[in-house]
Every structure is written in structure tokens, then in C-alpha cells.
């Protein structure tokens, strides 16, 4: 069973500071992650893709991934109220006969304080 | 515009009946998912498809069935035999199995 693990929130940062939001994973062997956020009452976007060990930018987003620690996390810098939303964790990891399976945490709610 | 459509965006259930949730893709992916969120859960996987008229159950089938008659589309139907529909029903495709999944906006649906 592949697990993956966020710490519930929610997360508080004031506006302008740097929130920083983490996940673990049990299966050594998914090779992609992914960050999704998602509104109150919307559906979930995708905001980042990670395939590598070490860090990704995008604007004011990093992904870092750890694979020998089973770590990947997510850097909002110059927070905005507007972050202030759930972010999901989710890996991709081959679950045989040619079929691959994403597997989300149960999310971190982060609240940007103005 | 490209994406995916859902509908309806709300949908009540009776006791014992069938209702069909609909989901359609213009993006020409050929893989297609349904998951299910419960309020401070993550998404389950109800079912996938990763090509026509071929789907899998995921970690949570019980209950539902889909069909794959089209690349574009992807119908969920939630049967009598699923005890606790109300949940939140998203449904994304991606280019291909192994790659980013996009979702529609999601459709609701609650018991009458």
C-alpha cells in the first residue's frame, strides 16, 4: 500500500514570509511528484512537477525531492493571501500490467495572513 | 477551449437509484480517471482508463461503474450498491498513463 504523508495544517504564515510544506512517501520506487493546490469548493490544479532529486523553481515556487529520504517539499516564497488554499502531495508509481496509479496525501492548508 | 467538462455540478440521489456522472475531454489524452474526495480526505481512485473500450477498478470501485466507448468520454455511474455516495466526484486525464493528471471542476453529489 503506498502511503503518503502531510502534516493536516493548517499552516499559518504572514504575507510576504516563505511557507514551507512537506510530504513523505513509502514507495521507493514512484519516480514522479507532483504538487497540486486546490481552493475551497474547487477542483485541484497542478502547480508542480518534479522528476529528479533537488530543486525546481517556478516563479515563486521550488519543489525539492529527496528520493534516498523519501522527502519532497514545497517553497512558496513571498507569500499572498491568495496562496491560502490546500496543497496536495501526490506520486505516481507503476502499479503493473502497463498501468500507473497516482496516490495523494490528504493535504496541508496553508492561511497567508495579510 | 481545451479541458474537460463535468456536469452536472450538483446532483441528488435517491434511495436506490442510479444516477451517471459525466465527464468529456477535448485535449485528445488518452488517459482518463474518476476519484472521489471526502471533506478532509485525499482523493480516492474510483476507477481508470488508460485507452478505449479498457478500464480498471482503483482502490475504490465498489459501488460504481464506467464505461470507455470514446476517447473523449468517461461516464460514471454510482448504483444503489454504494451506501455513502455523498462525496465530491473529480474526474482528470492525462496524455498518457504515466504522466500529469488534470482534473474538471468536479460535480457534487448528496443524498436525498
Known amino acids: 500500500q503506498k502511503e503518503v504523508e502531510q502534516n493536516s495544517g493548517p499552516l499559518s504564515v504572514p504575507e510576504g514570509a516563505i511557507a514551507s510544506l512537506n510530504c513523505t512517501y513509502s514507495d521507493r520506487g514512484s519516480q514522479s511528484f507532483f504538487w497540486y493546490r486546490q481552493y475551497s469548493g474547487k477542483s485541484p490544479e497542478l502547480i508542480m512537477s518534479i522528476y529528479s532529486n533537488g530543486d525546481k523553481e517556478d516563479g515563486r515556487f521550488t519543489a525539492q525531492l529527496n528520493k534516498a529520504s523519501q522527502y519532497v517539499s514545497l517553497l512558496i516564497r513571498d507569500s499572498q493571501p491568495s496562496d491560502s488554499a490546500t496543497y496536495l502531495c501526490a506520486l505516481l508509481g507503476y502499479s503493473g500490467a502497463g498501468s500507473y496509479q497516482l496516490t495523494f496525501g490528504k493535504g496541508t492548508k496553508l492561511s497567508v495572513i495579510p | 477551449d481545451g479541458g474537460i467538462t463535468q456536469s452536472p455540478k450538483y446532483l441528488f440521489r435517491k434511495e436506490g437509484q442510479n444516477v451517471t456522472l459525466s465527464c468529456e475531454q477535448n485535449?485528445?489524452?488518452?488517459?482518463m480517471y474518476w476519484y472521489r474526495q471526502d471533506p478532509g480526505q485525499g482523493l480516492r481512485l474510483i476507477y481508470y482508463?488508460?485507452?478505449?473500450?479498457?478500464?480498471q477498478k482503483g482502490d475504490i470501485a465498489e459501488g460504481y461503474s464506467v464505461s470507455r466507448e470514446k476517447k473523449e468520454s468517461f461516464p460514471l455511474t454510482v448504483t444503489s450498491a454504494q451506501k455513502n455516495p455523498t462525496a465530491f466526484y473529480l474526474c482528470?486525464?492525462?496524455?498518457?498513463?504515466?504522466?500529469?493528471?488534470?482534473f474538471g471542476d468536479g460535480t457534487r453529489l448528496s443524498i436525498l
Open positions: 482508463s488508460q485507452i478505449v473500450n479498457d478500464f
Open positions: 485535449l485528445n489524452h488518452d488517459a
Open positions: 482528470a486525464s492525462s496524455p498518457s498513463g504515466n504522466q500529469p493528471q488534470h
